[in-house]
């Protein structure tokens, strides 16, 4: 069975960066892309990028490139995503997400982890 | 830029057939295969359609998608209460190298 476990909770001040790890089980890691969706509260999914866990390779969304960096562990099988210079509007949820493959969708998400941003 | 546009909300009653649209402002929307999520209040979303059509693995068979040109639907069929939740259609965007989501839809049942 897929599982993905994401890091707990975060409180961050403005300007700081935030690491969030995805933990994931039950398949080959590194067979499957993970993405990374941020929800801010109250409002609509937004793609943030993928990595490839078997190559390293990574796509992000351009509104985050230069502040986002996505990387992964294949010895533990968990991909992280750090987000930096941070703003009080990048108050979120953050969640993993797996894609078994081309046009399959995003068929397991992790539980999300919340990151408040705030002085 | 892309954008994906659904309506903020759609209802039904018990027993009744909705459609929530998504609809694509450029071509790429046309050419590239839509994905629909659902998602409860608190909770992660939940993958309901993929590549247009095809259901989740689990997924009722009340739960359709189509898609046409740049518009995609998807139809909730014998509406239960615990459909209430919030819909969201995903495509990727070949000129952006990015998935878009739509705004979210918020479906209530009466």
């Known amino acids: 069975q897929v599982h993905l476990v994401q890091s707990g909770a975060e409180l961050k001040k403005p300007g700081a960066s935030v690491k969030v790890y995805c933990k994931a089980s039950?398949?080959?890691?590194?067979?499957?892309?993970i993405h990374w969706v941020r929800q801010a509260p109250g409002q609509g999914l937004e793609w943030m990028g993928w990595?490839?866990?078997?190559?390293?390779?990574?796509n992000y969304a351009q509104k985050f490139q230069g502040r986002v960096t996505m990387t992964r562990d294949t010895s533990i099988t968990t991909a992280y995503m750090e987000l930096s210079s941070l703003r009080s509007d990048d108050t979120a949820v953050f969640y993993c997400?797996?894609?078994?493959?081309?046009?399959?969708?995003?068929?397991?998400w992790g539980q999300g982890t919340l990151v408040t941003v705030s002085s | 830029q892309s954008v994906v546009t659904q309506p903020p909300s759609a209802s039904g009653t018990p027993g009744q057939r909705v459609a929530i649209s998504c609809s694509g402002s450029?071509?790429?929307?046309?050419?590239?295969?839509v994905n629909w999520y659902q998602q409860f209040p608190g909770t992660a979303p939940k993958l309901l359609i993929y590549?247009?059509?095809q259901r989740h693995s689990g997924v009722p068979d009340r739960f359709s998608g189509s898609k046409s040109g740049t518009s995609a639907s998807l139809a909730i069929s014998g509406l239960q209460s615990e459909d209430e939740a919030d819909y969201y259609c995903?495509?990727?965007?070949?000129?952006?190298?990015?998935?878009?989501f739509g705004g979210g839809t918020k479906l209530t049942v009466l």
């Open positions: 990595i490839n866990p078997n190559t390293g390779d990574t």
């Open positions: 997400a797996r894609e078994p493959g081309y046009n399959s969708g995003f068929d397991s």
């Open positions: 590549s247009n059509n």
């Open positions: 995903a495509a990727w965007d070949d000129s952006l190298n990015a998935w878009v």
């Open positions: 039950g398949y080959t890691f590194t067979a499957y892309y």
């Open positions: 450029t071509s790429h929307f046309a050419f590239n295969n």
